[in-house]
Nanobody
Framework: QVRLMESGGGSVQSGGSLRLSCVVS????????MGWFRQGPGKEREGVAAIDRDARTQYAESVKGRFTISRDPAKNAVYLQMNSLKPEDTAMFYC?????????????????????WGQGTQVTVSS
């Protein structure tokens, strides 16, 4: 069973930075696409950034130039460096990995079906 564990959330002021980390329990998961999603208060969950096995990346328009996704296959980890944070970035952030389309509770982003999720880490940005 695939398990994901996020860390690194917290509270910062507008303009600040945070780095989220996510470790995947399955050793071979570096072969798969990984992504970060977020769900703000009263909003639907949305894709923020994704990275494939060749380290190609894709970002939501709202975070381009501010967020950077990266991965370390040796550690089975993926990271999200968030700079110039804004109050509208306040959300629960989730790490996810690619999964078969029939995986329940999944969501498509960047053309990939993400179906394995972490518990989430809260990011709060104050003005």
């Amino acid at each position: 069973q695939v398990r994901l564990m996020e860390s690194g959330g917290g509270s910062v002021q507008s303009g600040g930075s945070l780095r989220l980390s996510c470790v995947v329990s399955v050793y071979t998961h570096h072969k798969y696409c990984m992504g970060w999603f977020r769900q703000g208060p009263g909003k639907e969950r949305e894709g923020v950034a994704a990275i494939d096995r060749d380290a190609r990346t894709q970002y939501a328009e709202s975070v381009k130039g501010r967020f950077t996704i990266s991965r370390d296959p040796a550690k089975n980890a993926v990271y999200l460096q968030m700079n110039s944070l804004k109050p509208e970035d306040t959300a629960m952030f989730y790490c996810a990995t690619e999964s078969p389309p029939f995986t329940r509770g999944g969501q498509y982003y960047a053309g990939v079906h993400f179906g394995y999720w972490g518990q989430g880490t809260q990011v709060t940005v104050s003005s």
